[in-house]
């Protein structure tokens, strides 16, 4: 792959000064017949990797020397010409901690560049200056992947210095703390996205069994969760912990606003999370939480473990009114909007909430927004229709009036809420016996 466009094409053959090659090394000088990309499409300055051992960036952050025959000071967010490899870039250097720099003084930077460039760490560059063109230092590059970073306050200085030592200590130290420091850092700073070991790599430049070594520490001593095996995202245990913390209060916030519901959608847990939770992120968080028994899943819905629905004597009262009232109606239920109105000494929150009570507990079945019925005498008009169609094989809206009695207010809503839980299937203007139903 050539990086940092993307363009892909595979090796039919290497030369080194004229003579064909089946290997080369670094240093060698050489030229490569390519297969699937032409020659046009390559930039001065392209980088050929494996794909996925590099990243391209328009953000890098580097530790920069500003040459001591300079005659100006360096100041903040000036315009310069990157030299790295062999292109050239425009890009702007943003001074991490000062707000100038002498000259003969070394400076934490990042650069913001015009376009992208895919990098190592520990890559040299060149910065010269825009006009008139002069040398104005070099350095190495620390980071070629980092977060847009901030310089406004002192606390944001603090940080930079902070994130810069971490570079800086390199990848020694006893165990190879420098490495997991980076880890880290860079997983720190990736958030709620994460990064895949792929990903690490990239920014380490460590690859394989070094790489996997190195990660054993973090992963074993839980600083650092493996939220996707496939594809072996991983993700700080500070992030997870902070989701976990604003799952759990969402639900306490949910279930005090309302306490007779049993619990909040999965979906709609995810979309009030802030800044947006994936699926796949989302799903490891459920699972954990669960797992740890701090929620309960059931079906599509989440609660505390610790939240139990508790009536009150007078919501207990009303909860058997409603009941009883859908019992005796039969296949005649009110509407929704006539039982608001029997109860109008409630509030409609409270009543809507007693009857998504008796719809969670089988005692009423919905079947539009208005129309509920007693699950005792849907059933039974269930069974009285299967047994028709047992015998007659069809039915149309005409002949379902003539069995139940019903008007077309109650006998086209029943018709189609029976296509919808497959007991029967619409053919034309009648209903048959699904094939299914047993």
């Known amino acids: 792959m050539f990086y940092p466009g993307g363009l892909t094409a595979k090796i039919r053959g290497i030369q080194v000064h004229g003579k064909e090659q089946e290997v080369v090394e670094a240093g060698h000088r050489t030229a490569i017949n390519l297969q699937g990309i032409e020659k046009e499409q390559i930039n001065r300055g392209d980088l050929a990797a494996t794909p996925g051992t590099m990243q391209s960036s328009t953000l890098l952050d580097a530790d920069f020397h500003f040459l001591a025959n300079n005659s100006r000071k360096l100041k903040n967010r000036t315009q310069v010409r990157l030299h790295v490899g062999t292109r050239e870039i425009l890009a702007r250097v943003v001074l991490m901690e000062k707000d100038t720099v002498e000259p003969g003084e070394n400076a934490d930077i990042q650069l913001i560049i015009q ?9 040299r560059f060149v910065l010269r200056s825009y006009s008139p063109v002069a040398t104005l230092g070099g350095g190495v590059i620390l980071n070629n992947a980092p977060p847009k970073r901030k310089r406004t306050t002192d606390r944001d200085r603090e940080r930079n210095h902070t994130v810069f030592s971490i570079y800086k200590a390199g990848n020694d130290g006893a165990d190879g703390a420098g490495i997991i420091a980076k880890m880290l850092l860079f997983l720190e700073e990736s958030g709620r996205q994460g990064i895949t070991a792929d990903q690490l790599s990239t920014r380490l430049g460590v690859f394989g069994k070094k790489l996997k070594k190195k990660l054993q520490v973090p992963v074993s001593s839980k600083k650092v969760l493996v939220v996707e095996s496939e594809s072996q995202r991983l993700v700080a245990a500070q992030v997870i912990e902070q989701l976990n913390q604003s799952v759990l209060g969402l639900l306490e916030q949910y279930h005090k606003e309302n306490p007779l519901k049993t619990g909040l ?15 796949k992120l989302f799903q490891y968080l459920m699972t954990t939480l669960a797992k740890n028994g701090l929620i309960v899943q059931e079906g599509a819905e989440v609660r505390l473990s610790s939240h139990e629905v508790t009536l009150q004597v007078d919501e207990q009262e009303m909860q058997e009114k409603i009941g009883r009232l859908y019992k005796n109606a039969g296949l005649r239920p009110p509407n929704l909007k006539d039982v608001l109105a029997l109860f109008a000494e409630f509030p409609e929150k409270q009543i809507r909430q007693v009857i998504d009570l008796l719809l969670q507990n089988g005692t009423l079945i919905k079947i539009n927004e208005a129309l509920f019925f007693h699950a005792e005498e849907l059933n039974r008009l269930a069974d009285t229709l299967q047994d028709c169609l047992g015998r007659e094989g069809e039915i149309d809206a005409p002949g379902f009036k003539d069995l139940t009695g019903l008007t077309r207010k109650y006998s086209i809503p029943l018709l189609e809420y029976f296509d919808k839980i497959k007991l029967t299937i619409r053919v034309g203007d009648k209903r048959i016996l699904r094939k299914n139903t047993g």
């Open 265 to 279: 959608a999965r979906e709609e847990i995810r979309s009030r999370l802030r800044p947006p939770v994936d699926q």
């Open 115 to 123: 376009e992208p460039v895919a990098v190592w760490p520990g890559d």
